[in-house]
């Protein structure tokens, strides 16, 4: 199947600084890709969808300014976590859906943020 | 905005045994596809399996099979001769078509045991 890699895997960082999370498909282009947060033994929530060469579009609750996305490319698209606080540590995971209609949509390894 | 529902938190079966795991889901629209993915500990996400709204024959994939009851809007999880490997959370999925995200349901937790 496509593949999607999301890195970094794991990250720490101090409270106040922003971290940048990539999320790429390898071997197909996506108009569209989704990125969720999940909390731990909770089900995963979709924070924004990521278009290209557009505005993300952001879900109810979700901060624009603190959560930027930015889809530049067909094949790439980035999450930033500004002035990230230890109540935005959580599990990031990015999703993307080649092709039409119900073809699957494929994941990333996830990013788990820690914020101290 | 469509509901997944998952009412079994936890469930618990034996390795070869069998185990069904539910879902039911609302929607206004006729046209949707539904799947279950599972996430083992590795929290990677997994296909197991997926099911086209306008088809009536129940997917099937090696000892994983749904039981599609449209008119209910259900859509379980049969899991035959379970496997150790098996262990992991599994979500039910809904989606309509391109550009829309998966909704999903809260998630079973299953345990097969020895």
């Known amino acids: 199947g496509a593949v999607v890699s999301q890195h970094p895997s794991r990250v720490i960082c101090k409270s106040g600084t922003s971290v940048k999370i990539e999320c790429r498909s390898l071997d197909f282009q996506a108009t569209t890709m989704f990125w969720y947060r999940q909390f731990p033994k909770q089900s995963l929530m979709l924070m924004a969808t990521s278009n290209e060469g557009s505005k993300a579009t952001y879900e109810q609750g979700v901060e624009k300014d603190k959560f930027l996305i930015n889809h530049a490319s067909l094949t790439l698209s980035t999450l930033t976590v500004t002035s990230a606080h230890p109540e935005d540590s959580s599990f990031y995971i990015c999703s993307a859906r080649p092709g039409t209609g119900g073809t699957e949509a494929f994941f990333g390894q996830g990013t788990r943020l820690t914020v101290v | 905005a469509q509901t997944v529902t998952q009412s079994q938190p936890e469930m618990s079966v034996q390795e070869a045994e069998t185990v069904t795991l539910s879902c039911t889901y609302d929607?206004?629209?006729?046209?949707?596809?539904l799947f279950w993915y599972k996430q083992p500990p590795s929290r990677q996400m997994i296909l197991v399996i997926r099911q086209e709204a306008y088809k009536q024959q129940n997917a099937t994939e090696n000892r994983f099979s749904v039981n599609f009851q449209k008119a209910a809007k259900s859509f379980s999880l049969k899991i035959s001769d379970s496997q150790l490997g098996d262990t992991a959370m599994y979500f039910c999925a809904f989606t309509y078509t391109t550009g829309y995200a998966l909704n999903f349901g809260k998630g079973t937790s299953l345990l097969v045991t020895p």
């Open positions: 929607t206004s629209e006729n046209n949707y596809y």
